[in-house]
Structures are given as structure tokens and as C-alpha cells.
């Protein structure tokens, strides 16, 4: 069983920052991919920020520049500072796992968090 635990989520007024974080517990052997997704009311979800094993970063255009994404590898842990918010930004933010190891499983496997508010106001 793998289970992702998001925090950091809130109200805050434009211009300011947070800091999500996710991480993942339990029979884990390796991530590959680790991301952020956003999904506002009425809109798709869509991908924000994600990090590869190695590091390579790639970002949403929306975002590029106020955002960074960041990965404790020994904690299963995925992070996104957020900076210079804006009010577009509100939305539920949702971190996802994919290329994951389970220790004694085969195959590969895709995790979605529960997801974290964000709330920006004007």
C-alpha cells in the first residue's frame, strides 16, 4: 500500500506565497515522476509542475518564473513553492506519482493525492 499525504494548502492574498508538499508512505522501492496538478471549478485539471528522478523540472507557462518544484528523494517527498500568487491560481492542487516501484510488486504504478485548497484573494 502507498498512501500521499498533501499539506500546505490555504487562503492567502495576491502577491503572497505557500508551500505545498506531498509525501508518499509505504512499500516503496522508486518514483520516477513526481508532479503537481491543478483543477479549478468549471476547468480540466491540468499539470502545473513536474520533477523527474534526476531533476529535470518542467513548469506550465502560467506559471513559470513564480512557481518551483522540488523533491526530497529520501523522503518521498514532493514540494511546490509558490510565489508572487495570483487570483487565477486558486484551485485544488493535486500532487501525482507516476513510474512507482512498490517493493515485492511488479509493474509500475500511478498515485493521485486527496488534493489541497488553494485560495488566492485580490
Known amino acids: 500500500q502507498v498512501q500521499l499525504v498533501e499539506s500546505g494548502g490555504g487562503l492567502v492574498q495576491a502577491g503572497g506565497s505557500l508551500t505545498l508538499s506531498c509525501a508518499a508512505s509505504?512499500?516503496?522501492?522508486?518514483?520516477?515522476?513526481m508532479a503537481w496538478y491543478r483543477q479549478a471549478p468549471g476547468n480540466k485539471r491540468e499539470l502545473v509542475a513536474a520533477i523527474t528522478s534526476g531533476g529535470s523540472t518542467r513548469y506550465a507557462d502560467s506559471v513559470k518564473g513564480r512557481f518551483t518544484i522540488s523533491r526530497d528523494n529520501a523522503k518521498n517527498t514532493v514540494y511546490l513553492q509558490m510565489n508572487s500568487l495570483k487570483p487565477e491560481d486558486t484551485a485544488v492542487y493535486y500532487c501525482?506519482?507516476?513510474?512507482?516501484?512498490?517493493?515485492?510488486?511488479?509493474?509500475?504504478?500511478?498515485?493521485w493525492g486527496q488534493g489541497t485548497q488553494v485560495t488566492v484573494s485580490s
Open positions: 501525482k506519482l507516476e513510474g512507482v516501484r512498490r517493493i515485492g510488486a511488479q509493474g509500475w504504478y500511478v498515485y
Open positions: 509505504g512499500s516503496i522501492s522508486s518514483i520516477n515522476s
